[in-house]
């Protein structure tokens, strides 16, 4: 993969963030970064993705009818992906509401999907980073806007094991009884397409 380069990007360019931790793909806590591979597959950019220094993540565009798309999957361990999802949304010149999250939620059952319109982070330091270098390089509060796709993995016997449980590999059963990951797709697709759809979103 090489280097983005290139002029500006066009303003009305909706962002994916997918959420997790490079060096363990696999695992529950990366799933976020699963589903964003399975979408650039979908769109046949998985190919074109590229290494973009600037924001620190591999970086890939796509066509999707009307909205042009950039698919982001951050170097930097969770807790700190905020610092790359921010950076990007600033050089991309997009609202907080024109970035949407992708990652996992252990509150939900394994396999359930649910696209949450901001709020909260809800414990997740993937998610509270983001809000909080949102609100650092844009203004408080509109981190807190940002479009979530949340995919269930499960809740832990204990709470006291929640960290241990995330960054643990799906068991083979668990792995049968996930749902495909192009339902998740289908669902950032359509939110995708929602957004490109607004009058405040234009060329």
């Known amino acids: 993969m090489g280097r ?3 002029p500006q990007f066009p303003r009305c360019r909706p962002q994916v963030a997918g959420l997790g931790n490079p060096g363990l793909p696999g695992t529950r806590h990366s799933v976020g970064m699963a589903v964003l591979g399975q979408l650039a597959r979908r769109l046949r950019v998985a190919e074109s993705r590229a290494r973009d220094r600037r924001c620190a993540a591999d970086l890939a565009l796509a066509s ?3 909205a ?7 170097w930097r361990l969770m807790n700190v992906n905020g610092r790359i999802v921010a950076r990007a949304t ?9 970035v949407c999250l ?4 252990h509150h939900k059952p394994l396999g359930k999907l649910a696209l949450k ?7 997740h330091s993937g998610v509270r980073s983001c809000i909080s270098c949102i609100d650092s390089n844009m203004s408080p509060a509109l981190g807190r806007a940002m479009p979530r796709l949340r995919v269930g993995i499960g809740c832990p016997t204990h709470p006291d094991t ?3 449980y995330v960054l643990g590999y799906f068991a083979p059963a668990e792995q049968e009884l996930l749902p495909p990951l ?3 797709t289908d669902l950032l697709l359509d939110h995708v397409r929602e957004r490109s759809q607004r009058p405040s979103c234009s060329p």
């Open 117 to 123: 319109l901001g709020g909260s982070a809800r414990g």
């Open 68 to 74: 042009q798309l950039a698919l982001l999957r951050p």
């Open 162 to 164: 929640v960290q241990g």
């Open 90 to 98: 600033e050089l991309f010149g997009l609202t907080a509401e024109e």
């Open 4 to 6: 983005v380069v290139g």
């Open 64 to 66: 999707l009818g009307d």
């Open 182 to 184: 192009l339902s998740a």
């Open 102 to 105: 992708v990652h996992d939620e």
